[in-house]
């Protein structure tokens, strides 16, 4: 909670209240993920399963870095 009120007050501006709660929730599902691939969590799990959570956690890591991008460029 400390860095979702962190990142959504000082680092996203007028946006933060907005995208932090999101940016907040995809990131705790990207860090989930690495941690149970690292745990080996998924191991056995049908290879569809597996291609989906990939695709997934690529549109979140993109998503989140688009929003990155565009602060960054609304800042300027």
Known sequence: ??????ASNVYL????????????????IIVANILGSLTKEWTGAPKPAARLRYVSLALLIAAVGLVGVSNHLISK
């Open 1 to 6: 909670m400390l860095l979702y009120a962190l």
């Open 13 to 28: 501006g007028e946006i933060g209240p907005v995208l932090g709660w999101p940016l907040f929730l995809s990131m705790t």
